[in-house]
């Protein structure tokens, strides 16, 4: 029954989004979630407790992907901000992931067999605290980026599930933006900016796909690249002031794209 909601909820928005969908399309079953705070928060673990337990991020390659992707969303805004300047600004990215993401990552890390990257996490924020020359940020950025790529590894490479993982993170940057963002006028910066980070992340994990994996299926990657270089223009920068002309229809729709093509692989 859940699942039925979920299905017709997903197709809904993609229709209102002017997706078009062949009948294949609309009898998977579709895992779309409403665009709400606690809803997001149960999909992905956005927030301090979420809703995603220990156990799913255990078992769940997905939600483990996601939750990775959320931590480095907050990190590359974080380190983008601090090389414009923005330090303050970098600060408040810099402390989320440590604080609400991270700890309920750290069981499923170890039950994978992985490393933790408390020492590196842990070091990067507080260089970017202490305001440390930007060559000793970029390298803690570095060693950072490496600890969470060697988790990432821990997940078996499944096109599919990095596509869904994809979808996770465009949704929950919908959400964001959508706080950021209304009627075209900025009123939550740090919002704007995490959409931005985990839309960043999300692109990136799809470039990132070894040859192999993309080769399974070229016209489905080619197809997602697509959707995700369309929300370039969302973000005409980073700190805006005033208006944007932005809307989080636009992201809402390119997940319902995004998680349809995955589902049909």
């Given at each position: 029954?859940?699942?039925?909601?979920?299905?017709?909820?997903?197709?809904?928005?993609?229709l209102?989004?002017?997706i078009?969908?062949?009948?294949?399309?609309?009898?998977?079953?579709?895992?779309?979630?409403s665009?709400?705070?606690?809803?997001v928060?149960?999909a992905?673990g956005?927030?301090?407790g979420?809703?995603?337990?220990?156990?799913?991020?255990?078992t769940?390659?997905?939600?483990?992907?996601?939750?990775?992707?959320?931590i480095?969303g907050h990190?590359?805004?974080?380190?983008?901000?601090?090389k414009?300047?923005?330090?303050?600004?970098?600060?408040?990215?810099m402390?989320?992931?440590?604080?609400?993401?991270?700890?309920g990552?750290?069981?499923?890390?170890?039950?994978?067999g992985?490393?933790?990257?408390?020492?590196?996490l842990s070091s990067?924020?507080d260089k970017?605290t202490?305001?440390?020359?930007?060559a000793?940020?970029?390298k803690?950025?570095?060693?950072?980026?490496?600890g969470?790529?060697?988790?990432?590894?821990?997940?078996?490479?499944?096109?599919?599930n990095?596509?869904?993982?994809i979808?996770?993170?465009?949704?929950?940057?919908?959400?964001?933006?959508?706080?950021?963002?209304?009627?075209?006028?900025?009123?939550?910066?740090h919002?704007?900016?995490?959409?931005y980070?985990?839309?960043?992340?999300?692109?990136?994990?799809?470039?990132?796909?070894p040859k192999a994996?993309?080769?399974?299926?070229?016209?489905?990657?080619?197809?997602v690249e697509?959707?995700?270089?369309?929300?370039?223009?969302?973000?005409?920068?980073?700190?805006?002031e005033?208006?944007?002309?932005g809307?989080?229809s636009?992201?809402?729709g390119?997940?319902?794209r995004i998680?349809?093509?995955?589902?049909?692989?």
């Amino acid at each position: 029954m859940q699942e039925n909601r979920k299905k017709w909820l997903s197709i809904g928005v993609a229709l209102a989004s002017g997706i078009s969908l062949n009948a294949s399309a609309a009898d998977m079953s579709h895992d779309m979630h409403s665009a709400t705070d606690n809803m997001v928060m149960a999909a992905t673990g956005e927030g301090e407790g979420g809703g995603v337990t220990e156990t799913d991020l255990k078992t769940n390659d997905v939600a483990f992907l996601t939750r990775l992707g959320l931590i480095r969303g907050h990190l590359l805004v974080g380190y983008e901000l601090y090389k414009q300047g923005q330090v303050d600004m970098a600060i408040t990215h810099m402390k989320h992931p440590r604080d609400e993401l991270y700890a309920g990552l750290v069981p499923s890390i170890e039950y994978r067999g992985g490393e933790r990257f408390d020492d590196a996490l842990s070091s990067l924020a507080d260089k970017v605290t202490n305001k440390a020359p930007q060559a000793e940020v970029d390298k803690a950025y570095e060693q950072l980026e490496s600890g969470i790529k060697a988790a990432e590894a821990l997940v078996k490479v499944d096109l599919k599930n990095v596509l869904l993982s994809i979808n996770e993170l465009i949704e929950t940057a919908a959400e964001e933006y959508a706080l950021g963002v209304e009627n075209g006028k900025l009123i939550n910066l740090h919002e704007y900016q995490d959409a931005y980070g985990f839309t960043q992340i999300a692109k990136r994990r799809l470039e990132q796909l070894p040859k192999a994996t993309r080769k399974e299926s070229a016209n489905t990657v080619k197809q997602v690249e697509g959707y995700l270089a369309e929300l370039t223009d969302l973000w005409p920068t980073i700190a805006p002031e005033g208006d944007v002309d932005g809307d989080a229809s636009k992201l809402y729709g390119t997940a319902a794209r995004i998680e349809i093509s995955a589902l049909g692989l």
